[in-house]
C-alpha cells in the first residue's frame, strides 16, 4: 500500500525538520519526505493547513488486561489511543495476573496482535507479584518482549534490592520506570498535604513522601549507572533533585502528566474522586515548578498515566474511590491549549515530548522519527481546532475525568499506525 501525506506542515524535531513537506509511505515505512512528491498510485490524505508530526507514545497507560477487563481493555485502550493520537502506548504489569512472568508478557503481546489497533509494549514488574520482595526473571521477561520494568504504583521500598533492579536492567538493556513513593510517608493520605488539606479535613500525603525516592533513585542510577525514569514527576522538591541529577551526567529522565500541569490541589475542596490520583494534584508552587521543567527539559516527556475505573469505583466517596484518571482521549487537546497556545513551550518542543524523547528513552527502534526507512507511524494535528471534551463520547470503557465539559484548542485528528489510517475509524 502506498499512502501519500501532502501538503503539511512536517516537524521532526529528532531530523529538525519543521517545514511544509509531502510524505510517502510504502509497506508500512517512510519511503521519502520531501517538499514535493509525485506518486499517481498513492492514496492521498491532503494535510494543508495540520501539522504531520511522528507518531505519538504514551509511555505510561494501564489497558487493564488481563484481569480486570471490565474497566478498560487492549481493544478499548487502544482505540482510545488512537482516537488521542498516540500510535503506541506502553502498558503497566498492574493486572491481573501480574505481568511478572514471561508467558503473560507473551500473553499480552498475541493478544494485542489480535485486537489492538496501535502498537503495544508491555513494561514488566521489577518484582514477583509486585511485592517488592525478591526480584522477577528480568531477563526472561526482556527476552519474551517486555520494553521496560516498573513495580508501577508500588515503589520498591528496600534500596538493596531496588539497586540490584537497576543492575539487571541495565544488563538487558531496559529502563526501570519508578513510581516515587515513600509509604511511610505517605501513610493513608488522600490529597496533597498543606493548608488546603487541613482545610478540607482530609489526610494529606507529603511531597516529601515522593522527594525522598527521587532522591534515592538518582543515588542509586548515579552508582549502578542504569538508566531510571520517574514516573509522573509532581512536586518542586522532586524537579530539583532530577535537574541537579541532570547537571551530574546522571542518566534519570522524568515525565509530567497533565493533570498535574494543568490542576492544584484546590480542586479537592469539592470532594469530587475524580480529583483524586496519586501523585496527588500539588500546590500551585509545584505546578509552576513542573511547568519550568517541561519548557527547560528536565521533564523529558509527557504521559498520561491512563488509569481507567468503573463510574461505581469512582461513586463510592473520596475516601474509598481508587486513585486515577483516564487520559489518553484528553491528553492532546488539553496540553495543545495550555502549554503550547499560552507560549510556555514550542510545538516543536510538543511534539518532542511525546515523540521522539520518548522513543529515545525507551529505546523504541523505528518511532518517534519521520525519516525515510522509519516506521510509518504518524500524528496529525489541527493546533487550531475547537474541542470540547465530552467523556459520553470516549472509546475508553472508563469515564473517570475531571475535565468533562472543558473547551480547549486544537486536538489530533488523524492517527496513522504502520502506514495504515486508524482514526477516524469511518476513513481506512
Keep these: 500500500m502506498k499512502l501519500l501525506i501532502r501538503g503539511g506542515r512536517v516537524i521532526d524535531p529528532g531530523s529538525a525538520v519543521d517545514g511544509r513537506r509531502d510524505v510517502l ?48 481493555t487492549i481493544e478499548t485502550g487502544t482505540r482510545a ?12 504489569p498492574n493486572t491481573n495476573p501480574v505481568n511478572d512472568r514471561p508467558e503473560i508478557t507473551r500473553m499480552i503481546l498475541a493478544r494485542a496482535a489480535e485486537k489492538a489497533v496501535v502498537h503495544v509494549f508491555p513494561i514488566a514488574a521489577l518484582t514477583a507479584g509486585l511485592r517488592g520482595a525478591e526480584l522477577a526473571d528480568m531477563a526472561a521477561l526482556a527476552e519474551a518482549g517486555a520494553a521496560a520494568f516498573s513495580d508501577d504504583g508500588r515503589c520498591i521500598q528496600n534500596a538493596g534490592l531496588m539497586r540490584r533492579a537497576m543492575e539487571t536492567a541495565r544488563s538487558l538493556g531496559r529502563p526501570v520506570v519508578d513510581h516515587c513513593e515513600d509509604v511511610s510517608l505517605a501513610g493513608p493520605g488522600i490529597m496533597h498535604e498543606g493548608p488546603r488539606a487541613a482545610r478540607f479535613g482530609l489526610p494529606g ?10 532522591a534515592r533513585d538518582a543515588i542509586l542510577a548515579e552508582a549502578s549507572r542504569a538508566p531510571v525514569h520517574i514516573a509522573h514527576l509532581s512536586t518542586a522538591g522532586a524537579v530539583r533533585i532530577v535537574r541537579e541529577a541532570k547537571r551530574r551526567g546522571v542518566a ?10 494543568i490542576l492544584t490541589d484546590a480542586a479537592l475542596e469539592s470532594k469530587d474522586p475524580r480529583f483524586k490520583m496519586n501523585p496527588p494534584l500539588r500546590s500551585e508552587e509545584d505546578v509552576e515548578a513542573l511547568l519550568e521543567a517541561v519548557a527547560d527539559g528536565t521533564i523529558d516527556v ?22 486515577g484518571i483516564v487520559g489518553l482521549e484528553t491528553a492532546v487537546p488539553l496540553l495543545l491549549d495550555k502549554l503550547v497556545h499560552t507560549g510556555r513551550i514550542s510545538l516543536a518542543r510538543f511534539i518532542a515530548l511525546w515523540s521522539t524523547r520518548p522513543a529515545e528513552i525507551f529505546g523504541l527502534k523505528g518511532k518517534g522519527r519521520l525519516t525515510a526507512g522509519a516506521d510509518a ?37 488523524r492517527t496513522i499506525v504502520g502506514g495504515r489510517p486508524i482514526f477516524p475509524e469511518e476513513q481506512p
Design 25 to 72: 509511505i510504502e509497506d508500512g515505512r517512510i519511503a521519502a519526505v520531501a517538499p514535493v512528491i509525485e506518486a499517481g498510485d498513492a492514496r492521498i490524505i491532503e494535510a494543508a493547513g495540520l501539522i504531520v508530526a511522528p507518531g505519538f507514545i504514551d509511555l505510561h497507560v494501564h489497558l487493564r488486561e488481563p484481569g480486570q477487563e471490565h474497566k478498560e
Design 81 to 92: 489511543a488512537a482516537a488521542g493520537g498516540f500510535t503506541s502506548v506502553c502498558a503497566m
Design 205 to 214: 500525603i507529603p511531597a516529601a513522601a515522593e522527594d525522598v525516592m527521587v
Design 252 to 261: 534519570i529522565t522524568a515525565e509530567a502528566t497533565p493533570h498535574h500541569l
Design 302 to 323: 509527557l504521559a498520561t498515566d491512563h488509569a481507567p475505573h468503573t463510574a461505581a469505583e469512582k461513586a463510592a466517596g473520596i475516601a474509598a474511590a481508587p486513585f
Design 377 to 413: 507511524d504518524l500524528t496529525l494535528l489541527d493546533p487550531d481546532r475547537p474541542v470540547v471534551i465530552d467523556s459520553g463520547s470516549f472509546r475508553s470503557k472508563s469515564r473517570n475525568t475531571p475535565f468533562d465539559g472543558w473547551s480547549l484548542k486544537g486536538c489530533a485528528v
